[in-house]
């Protein structure tokens, strides 16, 4: 384990294991769709990567990358668009990958933001869920777990930038963040 991590949250070996149960599931319930899986830059790298790969029929990726105005200055909800889409989703049915949902501003806005462009339908599946953060009504459609208000990091995550390459979610240790 990283010296800075105190505790294993979700291991290689169930995230692992949840990823191909939802690849599965998935691939059930898109049969036919040719859906297009959107990937939410950084932090959903690792989990759209590694859920792809567990896809068994055709699909599209693109991915786009947000930026909400600083956490603490979030409850308006509004989020700046940094990279849009490549591609146009009328008509299509869109999956948002995410790898965290917190608040749930970033996912309701999305949610909102691209059922405006007439897709087929809106989707999202969240590896993790910190359900009681949640300051909006939003459950995601797909979830792998849930997770306590911790100070997670890895697979996708990150602090200042660093740890998003753990192959494993963990906490961080507090003595990492808080500087006296
Ligand atoms: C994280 C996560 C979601 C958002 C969830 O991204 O990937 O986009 O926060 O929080 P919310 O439910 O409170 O809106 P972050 O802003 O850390 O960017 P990153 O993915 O580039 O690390």
Do not use: W
Request: overall charge negative.
């Amino acid at each position: 384990m990283h010296q800075d991590i105190e505790e294993i949250l979700v291991s290689e070996d169930e995230l692992k294991q949840k990823i191909k149960q939802l690849g599965e599931q998935l691939s059930k319930d898109y049969e036919g769709l040719n859906p297009l899986f959107i990937g939410i830059l950084k932090g959903a790298v690792p989990f759209m990567s590694d859920l792809v790969r567990q896809i068994h029929i055709p699909i599209e990726i693109d991915f786009m990358s947000v930026s909400s105005y600083g956490k603490a200055a979030s409850s308006s909800g509004v989020v700046r668009i940094l990279k849009d889409l490549d591609t146009s989703i009328t008509g299509r049915h869109v999956l948002i990958v995410e790898d965290i949902v917190d608040t749930g501003l970033t996912l309701s806005y999305l949610v909102k933001l691209l059922e405006g462009r007439s897709p087929a339908s809106v989707k999202t599946i969240v590896l993790l869920d910190k359900k009681s953060c949640r300051t909006v009504d939003f459950e995601p459609d797909y979830q792998g777990f849930v997770v306590p208000n911790k100070f997670a990091v890895g697979y996708g995550m990150d602090y200042a930038e660093r740890y998003r390459n753990l192959p494993y979610v963990g906490v961080l240790k507090k003595e990492v963040y808080h500087v006296s």
